[in-house]
C-alpha cells in the first residue's frame, strides 16, 4: 500500500509528531526547502532505523517533492540504509591508510569475536559488521571503526583487546565463551 | 620570544616553526569565543569588499582543496549583480589520507567562522552554507556551537551560516556535485560552463572553498598579503607507514618529502625503507624512493611526476605489495563513481577487476596493457576529476612497477602476502 492508499483509509504516519514537527522546522531552515530533503530524511531514519519506503513516501511528501527524488537519494547515500541493520553497527574503514596499519587484521578479529562475515548481522539482531566504503578522516589514528556514529580511534594492543570485548558484550556472545 | 627561541637552538638551526593556522598543538577541544579575537573580521569591515580582495589576490592564497586556484581570483568572478549569492564551504573531507580540516573545525571554529565572513563580505554573499561530510559529527557540532556563540555575541551581523551534513558520499568534495547535494538532488557532477561563480547554489553566482582555504583568510588581513606570500603555510597529513602520523603545518616549499617524514613523522616505521609516497591521497600518482628529496610545493611536485593536490601524504614501507595498494585505491574509486559518466562507471569496475585477479596471481600479462587501455578511456572523457583520481594508481604503478606486477603472473600468487605492519 503505497503513502496515499494510507492517508485515503486513515493510516497514521509512519513517524512520530515529534519526529514529524523536527522534519517541518528543518526544511524551514533552508531558502529552499528541497534543501532540507536530505537532513529530513536523516531525522527520519534516527527514529525508524532504516527507510522502507512508507517513510521515503511520507518524507517526499512534506518536503513536497516527488517519491522518487528521495527514493533517489535514499539508495545514492551510504549513511542512509534500505535495510534492518543490527542494534549495534560496527564500520571498519578498510582504506588504504588503515589497510596499512592493520585495518583488515582488525576486520578479521572483530568477524571472528561475532562468528559472523563483514556485511552480516549476529543471528541475534545485536550486532552488524561492515567494511567501509568511505575513508573516515582519522588515518592518523589507524586503525579504527565506528560504531553507531561514535569513532574509534587506535585500536590495536590493550585497547583493542577491551573493545572486541566490548563487541562481544554488545553480541551477547560473551557468556558463550566464558 | 625570539631569545628564548635562539637559547634552545645553535645559531645554525633554525627556531622551530611556529604554526599559524594549527596554533594549538595537543589541544583537544575547540578554541572558544571568549580565546578568539574577530580583529581580522572588523578590519575588513572598514576595508572595502574590493580592497578584501586584492588583498587575498595579492596573497597569493591557492585554493587548499587540491585544484590550488587562486582563491582572490576565484571571489573576484563573482558578478557585482543584485540578489543573492552565496559561499558554500568545502568541508567533505573525504580523500583516503586527508584529516586536515577536521580538526582545524573541531578546534578552530571561529578561525573558520571568521573566514566565511570576509570572504562573504568580499564578494557581497550573506548567506554561506557549511557542507560537513556525515562522519564528522564532533566537528558539525562544534561548528555548529561557534556560530551560535557568535551569533550571540552580535559578530554575524546579517549574515547566516548554515552548517549542513552530508551522509556518505566522497563525489559531493567535487564542487558541482556538493551544489546539487545542497539542492536536494543526486550529488552528480555538473558540466560547466557555467561556472558556479556565475551560476551555482540555486542558479545564483557562487563560491565553493575548501575549509583550510578559508581559514588563512583572517591571518592575511591581519597581517598583509606580504607577510602570507612570504610564509604560505600549508597542513600536511601525514599517514601511513611512519611513527607519528598526524597533521603538521609547515610553509610550502620549505622542507622535502624526507625532512616530513622523518623530522615530523620520526621516521618510518620499525626501521624500514620508503617505498613510495603517494603526495595527494589515492588521488595522485605515487613517488618512489629516489623523489624524497622533492621540494612539498605545488610545482616541485609536478615536476617530479605527481601533483600534491591536498597535501595528504600517505607512506609506504618497501614490504607493501604496490597490486595490493592499487587494488585499493581503486576499490574506493569504484564504489565512489557516481556512476553519471559511462567511462567512470564502467571502467572503474573493470580495473578493480582486473587489478584484483592479478593481484590474486591469477592474471596474464596482456592484463598490464588492458589496465592502460582502460585508464586511457576513462581518463579526459569524463565530467568531474574522479575518473582521473581512480585511473592514476594504476597508470602510475604499472609504469614504476611493472616487474613486481609481472612476478604475480609468473608466480602465480602475490609474491608479498599480507599487508606488512
Known amino acids: ?86 542494534t549495534t553497527v560496527v564500520e571498519v574503514c578498510a582504506q588504504l591508510p588503515c589497510a596499512l596499519r592493520g585495518a ?48 574509534r580511534e587506535n585500536l590495536r594492543g590493550k585497547a583493542l583487546e577491551a573493545f572486541l570485548a566490548e563487541v562481544e558484550t554488545a553480541a551477547g556472545l560473551e557468556g558463550q565463551t566464558s | 620570544m625570539s631569545s628564548a627561541a635562539t637559547e634552545r637552538f645553535d645559531t ?125 559529527r564532533t566537528a558539525a557540532q562544534r561548528l555548529e556551537n561557534a556560530i551560535e556563540e557568535a551569533r550571540r555575541a552580535g559578530l554575524l551581523g546579517d549574515y547566516q551560516i548554515l552548517v549542513f551534513r552530508g551522509a556518505g558520499a566522497y563525489i559531493c568534495g567535487e564542487e558541482t556535485a556538493l551544489l546539487e547535494s545542497l539542492e536536494g538532488r543526486r550529488p552528480m557532477p555538473r558540466s560547466r560552463p557555467p561556472f558556479p561563480a556565475v551560476e551555482g547554489l540555486y542558479g545564483r553566482p557562487s563560491v565553493i572553498n575548501n575549509v583550510e582555504t578559508l581559514v588563512n583568510v583572517p591571518h592575511i588581513i ?21 611513527n607519528r602520523p598526524g597533521n603538521y603545518e609547515r610553509p610550502l616549499g620549505s622542507l622535502t618529502f624526507r625532512q616530513l617524514i622523518d623530522e615530523c613523522g620520526q621516521g618510518v616505521h620499525g626501521g624500514h625503507q620508503v617505498k613510495g609516497v603517494l603526495p595527494a591521497g589515492a588521488s595522485a600518482p ?13 610545482d616541485s611536485v609536478r615536476e617530479a611526476g605527481s601533483m600534491l593536490g591536498s597535501a595528504s601524504l600517505i607512506v609506504l614501507d618497501e614490504r607493501v605489495c604496490m597490486v595490493r595498494a592499487a587494488a585499493r585505491m581503486v576499490e574506493f574509486f569504484r564504489k565512489e563513481s557516481c556512476g553519471k559518466c559511462t567511462p567512470c562507471r564502467e571502467g572503474t569496475t573493470w580495473l578493480h577487476k582486473v587489478l584484483t585477479r592479478l593481484e590474486q596471481g591469477q592474471g596474464s600479462e596482456a592484463d598490464l596493457d588492458l589496465l592502460l587501455s582502460l585508464s586511457d578511456e576513462i581518463s579526459g572523457k569524463v565530467l568531474c576529476a574522479l575518473g582521473d583520481f581512480a585511473v592514476s594508481p594504476v597508470v602510475a604503478t604499472v609504469s614504476q612497477f611493472r616487474d613486481e606486477y609481472l612476478a604475480h603472473v609468473r608466480q602465480g600468487r602475490c609474491p608479498v602476502g599480507s599487508w606488512a605492519e
Not at chain 1, 4 to 31: H, T
Not at chain 2, 286 to 298: C, P
Open chain 1, 1 to 86: 500500500m503505497n503513502v496515499q492508499d494510507q492517508e485515503a483509509a486513515g493510516s497514521a504516519s509512519p513517524l512520530s509528531a515529534a519526529v514529524e514537527e523536527r522534519i517541518r522546522a528543518e526544511v524551514g531552515r533552508y531558502p529552499q526547502r528541497r534543501t532540507g530533503l536530505l537532513p529530513a530524511l536523516k531525522i527520519a531514519q534516527e527514529e525508524t532505523h532504516f527507510l522502507p519506503p512508507p517513510v521515503i513516501a511520507r518524507v517526499a511528501d512534506m518536503v513536497g517533492v516527488s517519491h522518487a527524488s528521495a527514493n533517489e537519494l535514499v539508495t545514492f547515500y551510504s549513511m542512509l540504509r534500505t535495510k534492518p541493520l543490527g
Open chain 1, 104 to 151: 583488515d587484521e582488525l576486520l578479521g578479529l572483530l568477524a571472528a569475536a561475532l562468528e559472523i562475515e563483514p556485511g552480516d548481522t549476529t543471528p541475534n539482531g545485536a550486532v552488524t559488521l561492515l567494511r567501509s566504503h568511505e575513508c573516515f578522516g582519522a588515518c592518523n589514528r589507524a586503525p579504527m571503526c565506528v560504531v553507531n556514529d561514535e569513532y
Open chain 2, 12 to 136: 645554525d638551526t633554525p627556531p622551530p616553526y611556529q604554526p599559524v593556522l594549527l596554533c594549538h598543538p595537543g589541544r583537544t577541544e575547540p578554541v572558544a569565543l571568549d580565546e578568539y579575537e574577530y580583529r581580522a573580521w572588523r578590519k575588513a569591515q572598514e576595508m572595502s569588499p574590493e580592497q578584501v580582495i586584492e588583498e587575498v589576490k595579492g596573497s597569493n592564497l591557492k585554493g587548499r582543496g587540491g585544484a590550488a586556484f587562486p582563491t582572490g581570483l576565484k571571489w573576484s568572478f563573482v558578478p557585482k549583480i543584485e540578489g543573492p549569492k552565496y559561499l558554500c564551504v568545502n568541508a567533505d573531507e573525504s580523500e583516503p589520507g586527508t584529516f586536515k580540516d577536521r580538526e582545524l573545525m573541531e578546534i578552530e571554529p571561529h578561525m573558520l567562522i571568521e573566514g566565511i565572513l570576509i570572504a562573504c563580505y568580499s564578494f557581497g554573499a550573506r548567506t554561506a552554507f557549511v557542507y560537513v561530510r556525515g562522519e564528522y
Open chain 2, 222 to 242: 591581519n597581517r598583509g598579503a606580504e607577510w602570507f606570500k612570504a610564509l604560505d603555510p600549508k597542513i600536511f597529513c601525514l599517514s601511513g607507514h611512519v
Open chain 2, 286 to 298: 605515487i613517488l618512489t624512493a629516489d623523489k624524497l628529496d622533492t621540494l612539498l610545493d605545488y
